[in-house]
């Protein structure tokens, strides 16, 4: 018997008035995988039948279809996953209303699809129209029944639609019947005949199966779509490669040319004597550009007397804490013991080598005002997006580091809140398993997929983790977080957008022109070689319409493009898009 059948039993025992002085007489009692048997209430006096000897049988039926029983013995009379092999079921329905006493119910549960199962056949499937076949029947014979409830209930891990009929042996509705039916506490039947009304209520004409299997069609047909937009842009990346290995072997060519020139001029006597000269003329040359880039982009904090090298964020995302990172002064030769943390936080700060490996400096101060700061610049971003922060429930910090914005939730979340964090390096972890004990944290692979359950988070962000990635490993993680977060739930990330593709356009104009036209481009800040794929070396540009295109599932919330929204704690210059999934 699979797990609906016996739920639903149980249900059946629940509702009806079982009781511990109840006379229940079950029709294919034999224990297969579980018995109706074990539903029933403590007490209660309960005789199981079968055609054969077995866990569960009581009396073993010379006939089938003949109970030996006198008219009106037992109060309820059930059946579950019988039926479909008993070759004259409508002769045994007869039976069973005999033995039931006047006023009594009897429950029928059998399957409404399914694989084929002999014991020692199987001869039927059911629909809940078959509980009004059956009633016509019994009153041609001359048995009153009238029909309670019928429906089709949804499968959970087994594969089984089970058609639940209950009858009362009585010739008109009562008012006895229970005023909760079994398909009132399934809210996801279907197919719903009652004593109520002669309407079929939760009307289905495809069976669950039906539904399953166009789903999974659907499903298929999208992926298959999307291998072929993926193949096309393969055949298209290919074809650029081509290009640039060209491009490659003619630069390399002028290159070896240039080299041989520069070779000959070095070795002439006027290069010699004109040496001191270029190198003036270089120092000089250099003391200009610094003046002129210092002048442009800085800004004076008259409170501190010194230059900070980012233009201040607009009003709506400068808060306190903010303008005091802003402010900071910078630490960097500080001795890590010596420094003093300036928040009220409970967690250390991490040595400076690690601070180094996430966020490319050494600077104590900054790090440490950042930890609040980016928290509050979360519920601040979350806040301006209409979103309740405080009604998460599980929070994941997707790529934690060694924990920068984890540390600075301390004192933010309730109590019942569950914090957890992720990351691929594992000294990181490590640091923050040991000091961050309010969060549980994991060290995670370059690919999926991650340790968690499906549905389990409320919110997902990710600092500056999407500018890291390789196109499969991104492809594969907004899958990942589409499997991870629950259905509304909200997923907020950074990427090197808006601002940072002006950058790019200065330092490649092939990465800018592939970035415009396929909205995705990576460029290796040194040799190959040596940079290794989710290290800040490995700088990922993406467009707002790229995100948006493989975030299917999502809708879009806001954007916050870091071209004028920037800089923030968060993710400093880079844009930032909140999702909310499906």
């Not at 002999?118 to 048995?143: I, K």
């Not at 495809?206 to 055949?235: C, Y």
């Not at 790229?546 to 004028?564: H, T």
């Amino acid at each position: 018997m699979h797990d609906t059948a016996l739920a639903i039993g149980r249900e059946f025992f629940r509702l009806y008035g079982a009781g511990p002085q109840t006379r229940i007489l079950e029709v294919g009692a034999q224990n297969v995988n579980g018995a109706l048997r074990d539903c029933a209430p403590p007490g209660a006096s309960y005789v199981g039948v079968d055609l054969q000897a077995g866990d569960g049988v009581d009396v073993v039926l010379d006939h089938p279809g003949e109970l030996p029983f006198a008219d009106e013995t037992f109060d309820l009379v059930v059946s579950s996953s019988c039926f479909e092999h008993d070759p004259m079921f409508w002769v045994t329905f007869v039976e069973m209303l005999r033995v039931a006493r006047d006023g009594g119910y009897v429950y029928i549960s059998a399957p409404s699809n399914g694989v084929y199962h002999a014991y020692p056949y199987d001869n039927w499937r059911f629909y809940p129209d078959a509980s009004l076949a059956l009633v016509a029947w019994a009153r041609r014979q001359g048995v009153a029944a009238t029909l309670v409830e019928s429906f089709i209930a949804r499968r959970k891990s087994d594969a089984w639609n089970d058609c639940v009929m209950v009858f009362c042996k009585t010739a008109a509705p009562a008012p006895a019947f229970p005023s909760t039916l079994i398909a009132d506490v399934l809210p996801d039947s279907y197919n719903i005949r009652t004593c109520r009304s002669a309407e079929v209520g939760a009307f289905s004409e495809p069976t669950e199966d039906m539904t399953i299997v166009r789903s999974m069609g659907r499903r298929l047909d999208e992926a298959a779509e999307r291998a072929r937009r993926l193949e096309e842009e393969l055949d298209e990346n290919r074809a650029r490669a081509d290009a640039l290995r060209s491009a490659l072997d003619a630069t390399q060519s002028e290159r070896d040319e240039s080299q041989r020139v520069l070779r000959k001029l070095e070795a002439s006597t006027s290069w010699r004597l004109t040496m001191p000269v270029r190198a003036a003329t270089r120092a000089v040359r250099a003391v200009g550009r610094a003046a002129r880039r210092l002048a442009s982009s800085s800004q004076v904090d008259r409170e501190n007397g010194m230059p900070w090298l980012l233009p201040r964020p607009p009003g709506r995302l400068r808060s306190g804490a903010i303008a005091r990172l802003l402010r900071g002064k910078r630490m960097t030769n500080v001795d890590h013991g010596e420094y003093v943390s300036k928040e009220q936080l409970s967690t250390p700060l991490p040595d400076p080598e690690l601070i180094f490996l996430v966020n490319g400096h050494r600077d104590l101060h900054a790090f440490d005002i950042s930890r609040r700061a980016t928290a509050e610049n979360i519920i601040a971003l979350l806040s301006d997006a209409n979103i309740d922060y405080t009604a998460f429930g599980s929070i994941l910090d997707f790529g934690c580091g060694c924990g920068r914005v984890l540390a600075g939730w301390e004192g933010k979340l309730r109590r019942e809140t569950q914090l957890f964090g992720c990351d691929i390096n594992q000294t990181l972890i490590e640091f923050c398993q040991k000091n961050i004990r309010f969060a549980k944290t994991m060290t995670s692979s370059y690919y999926p997929p991650l340790p968690y359950d499906n549905d389990q988070f409320d919110f997902v962000y990710a600092a500056s983790v999407y500018t890291h990635l390789t196109l499969p490993a991104l492809l594969q993680w907004t899958g990942e977080l589409a499997r991870i977060v629950k259905q509304s739930g909200v997923v907020m990330l950074s990427y090197h957008g808006t601002y940072y593709a002006k950058t790019l356009a200065e330092i490649s104009k092939i990465g800018s022109s592939l970035l415009a036209e396929r909205g995705y481009y990576v460029h290796l800040h040194g040799e190959e070689k040596g940079t290794w794929k989710g290290s800040n070396n490995y700088a990922t540009f993406l467009s707002s319409e790229f995100l948006l295109n493989i975030f299917r599932g999502f809708q879009l919330v806001k954007i916050y493009p870091g071209i004028s929204d920037g800089p923030n704690p968060f993710a400093s210059y880079q844009d930032i898009v909140i999702f909310r999934r499906l």
